[in-house]
């Protein structure tokens, strides 16, 4: 295996396709030393939403051949197709060739998942850097993820790999958008608060409001806050079964709000001690994906 570049020797492009805006960086010596960001069209077909990418990279001073890295969210097979997992996120993505699509539009670039990309930052430069076994979960809107194994990530032809939210889950009843049933993302994700909070009779709040009801001691949001972190606690407790987890690196939005990691940490006591790793904040926000694509990029050119 090819060590792995330091931080310091990253320097190049990034973007980062995500379901709500899409980000693109100049990165120098593991830095980003300029952003740029525009909103998420869910409607868009892929050659647009590679258009807007296009737009902020040459507005960063990207000429085609400098060093590309782009995450994106979906799935990204072993062939560089793209799929869409969850319609709810990305409406008009096919099977699209987003490797043709990227070197048509930009030139040569690596693409994979975007929270796949963010767990490689995080287990190279972040969260994990001393971990042999290491996962990352971003809970936002929904619920995804990525594995880094003997400081690998992991990764499958398919492209599925890592989308840990799409786990059954016994705390979950209702449907997800990956079209399973019951799953960790579907009770513990922004969108399965907002339901859960409209099924105990207070419509139209989404998590934010939910985690302000729950701060503010309300019962109703407590106990929807603690059944997220309780299916998140039990995702853990079975990825450590079957990986041998020693780190699990928590980030997004609501996995970031005030208390929710306490909360896991907490539902995790219920677990034996053998299932229970470190749990720990991420720590390289919203610089992770963007990092980690450009880091996949150079380390593929010298693999």
Request: proline share 4%; net charge negative; with cysteine.
């Amino acid at each position: 295996m090819t060590t792995p570049l330091p931080r310091t020797a990253l320097t190049g492009f990034a973007a980062d396709l995500g379901g709500t805006k899409i980000a693109a960086a100049r990165i120098h010596a593991g830095e980003v030393a300029e952003r740029l960001i525009a909103p998420t069209d869910p409607a868009a077909d892929p050659d647009a939403q590679l258009a807007v990418i296009k737009g902020l990279l040459n507005r960063l001073g990207y000429d085609s051949g400098a060093a590309l890295g782009v995450a994106v969210a979906g799935r990204v097979d072993a062939d560089g197709i793209w799929h869409a997992v969850n319609r709810g996120t990305l409406h008009a993505i096919g099977d699209f060739s987003l490797r043709d699509g990227l070197s048509r539009h930009l030139g040569p670039a690596t693409s994979l998942n975007d929270a796949a990309a963010a767990a490689l930052a995080e287990a190279l430069f972040g969260a994990g850097t001393d971990s042999a076994g290491f996962a990352f979960i971003t809970v936002s809107t929904g619920v995804g993820g990525g594995l880094v194994i003997g400081h690998r990530l992991l990764s499958s032809g398919n492209g599925l790999a890592g989308h840990v939210g799409f786990v059954s889950s016994r705390f979950a009843s209702g449907p997800c958008g990956s079209g399973r049933m019951a799953t960790v993302e579907s009770i513990a994700g922004g969108r399965g608060i907002a339901a859960a909070a409209a099924a105990a009779g207070y419509e139209g709040r989404d998590a934010r409001a939910v985690f302000d009801a729950a701060a503010e001691g309300q019962d109703w949001a407590g106990r929807i806050v603690d059944s997220s972190a309780h299916a998140m606690a039990s995702l853990i407790g079975d990825l450590t079964t079957i990986l041998g987890l020693d780190t699990v690196a928590i980030g997004g939005s609501i996995g970031l709000a005030p208390g929710y990691i306490d909360r896991i940490r907490l539902a995790l006591t219920e677990e034996p001690e053998l299932f229970r790793p470190r749990v720990v904040a991420a720590r390289l926000g919203h610089d992770a994906p963007l990092i980690g694509a450009l880091a996949a990029h150079l380390n593929k050119e010298r693999s």
